[in-house]
């Protein structure tokens, strides 16, 4: 099969119905539903459970494992992102619609990797090793203590925490933002799987 055959399947999946793909709609639900799962678990460790008691670690284990599931996830979703062309913006869009659209969607795209660093930072920093359901995962950096006079594990672990509240509110705004626009006349809902045009 050549290459150009490939390319041309996926340009005739482009637009379809001025939706998303499928493959696009299924990731970003699966991943939306993640990020819920991991605001919950992060607020759990933190805000219910007695420290080093078996539902804190229980927790921290789901919230890890879960976590390595959504960076596969977000790696498969760049990858589409690149290859399969979004439809472009309802034609009611303002300049200033689609301006804050693409730096939204950039920003849902940003913050969750940045996070997911931070988030495997820290864990590969405390020599405590990142696992999937119990499975070693690669150690992308060195038990480490400080650097630069910079406490690694309290600088990883406050970002990470500022980050995932700020992405939270990020997501709010999508959500508001994607509930006005089907208010005003423009859904956009249905390109992402949700009603009829
Ligand atoms: C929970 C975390 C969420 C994240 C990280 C997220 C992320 C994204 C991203 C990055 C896009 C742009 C896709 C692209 O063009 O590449 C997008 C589109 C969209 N999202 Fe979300 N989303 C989330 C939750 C939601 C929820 C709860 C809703 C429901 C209201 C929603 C509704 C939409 C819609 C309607 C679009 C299509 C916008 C368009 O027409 O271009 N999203 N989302
Ligand atoms: C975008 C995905 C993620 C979100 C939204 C998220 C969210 C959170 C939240 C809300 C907390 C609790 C912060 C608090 O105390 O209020 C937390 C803690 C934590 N997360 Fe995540 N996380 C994500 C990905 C990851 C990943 C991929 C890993 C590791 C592979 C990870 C490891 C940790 C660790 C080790 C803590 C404890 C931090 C501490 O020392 O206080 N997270 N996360």
């Known amino acids: ?61 789901m919230h890890i494992s879960t976590g390595v599931l959504l960076v596969m996830l977000l790696i498969a979703r760049i990858i589409a992102r690149v290859l399969i062309r979004p439809p472009a913006l309802p034609a009611g869009f303002t300049a200033l619609d689609k301006r804050m659209a693409h730096a939204g969607h950039l920003a849902l795209y940003i913050l969750p990797a940045v996070i997911m660093t931070l988030g495997w930072a820290e864990t590969d920093f405390g020599g405590h090793g990142v696992t999937l359901f119990g499975i070693p995962m690669p150690k992308l950096f060195p038990t480490m203590d400080t650097w630069m006079g910079i406490k690694l594990e309290d600088f990883t672990s406050e970002n ?20 006005k626009h089907r208010m005003v006349g423009h859904d956009v809902l249905y390109r992402m799987g949700i009603g009829k045009k």
């Open 160 to 179: 990470h925490e500022i980050l995932a509240w700020t992405f939270l509110a990020v997501v709010v705004l999508h959500v508001a933002a994607a509930v």
């Open 1 to 61: 099969m050549t290459r150009g055959f490939v390319m041309s399947e996926i340009n005739q999946n482009r637009n379809l119905n001025n939706q998303y793909s499928l493959l696009v709609k299924v990731i970003h639900w699966l991943m939306a539903f993640g990020f819920v799962l991991m605001w919950s678990s992060g607020y759990l460790m933190h805000g219910f459970f007695a420290e080093d008691s078996a539902g804190e670690e229980f927790i921290f284990a």
